[in-house]
């Protein structure tokens, strides 16, 4: 009975070191809001990881908090924004929609925003993508996704 019981315990544990090793996580930590560095970030890495890791028969998992001068690529509603009187933004912002919902639907990135942030520049939860979670503060995001295995990447 100890065999069988010992041979099943290393079934399980070699299952889970070659789920390990085929599966990875990373967190980008985006607080840029130079246009430039969060696209080629964003859309450029991104997709250029998943890519990678996709090509050699590897997950990822990629999340994306956001804080810092990054608020304004992630509202939806921009003109009832604190963004509104920025004519780069506004020109931009028809431009990401696509571009993000790609992201999340199709790469499947998870986007959560710092909600004290949120409330700092008066930018309403209504305003933002439905695929973005707002409800903790950057600091706990980052500290549960780094907890639960996501490696640390910052965009700044």
Same mark, same amino acid.
């Not at 020109?91 to 790609?102: F, I, S």
């Given at each position: ?8 315990l ?11 090793e ?14 430039n560095?969060?696209?080629? =970030?964003?859309?450029?890495? &991104? +997709?250029? !990881? $998943? ?8 997950? @990822?998992?990629?999340a994306v908090?956001?804080?810092?001068? =990054?608020?304004?690529?992630? &509202? +939806?509603? !921009? $003109? ?8 780069? @933004?506004?020109a ?15 790469? $499947? ?7 004290y ?14 695929f973005?979670?707002a409800?903790?503060?950057?600091s ?14 910052p965009?700044?």
């Amino acid at each position: 009975m100890k065999f069988i019981t010992s041979i099943i315990l290393y079934f399980f544990i070699s299952l889970a070191t070659l789920h390990a090793e085929n599966h990875h996580k990373v967190v980008f930590d985006l607080t840029s809001g130079e246009n430039n560095v969060v696209e080629k =970030s964003l859309f450029g890495i &991104i +997709k250029n !990881i $998943k890519s990678y890791y996709s090509s050699h028969q590897k997950n @990822i998992d990629i999340a994306v908090v956001i804080s810092g001068d =990054s608020y304004q690529y992630f &509202i +939806k509603d !921009i $003109k009832n924004s604190p963004y509104n009187n920025d004519a780069d @933004i506004v020109a931009l912002q028809p431009k990401l929609e696509p571009k993000l919902r790609e992201l999340y639907d199709k790469l $499947k990135v998870k986007f959560y925003m710092c909600s004290y942030g949120m409330e700092s520049r008066d930018i309403p939860k209504e305003s933002l993508y439905d695929f973005i979670k707002a409800d903790k503060t950057k600091s706990i995001y980052l500290i549960e996704l780094q907890n639960d295995g996501y490696a640390y990447m910052p965009i700044h």
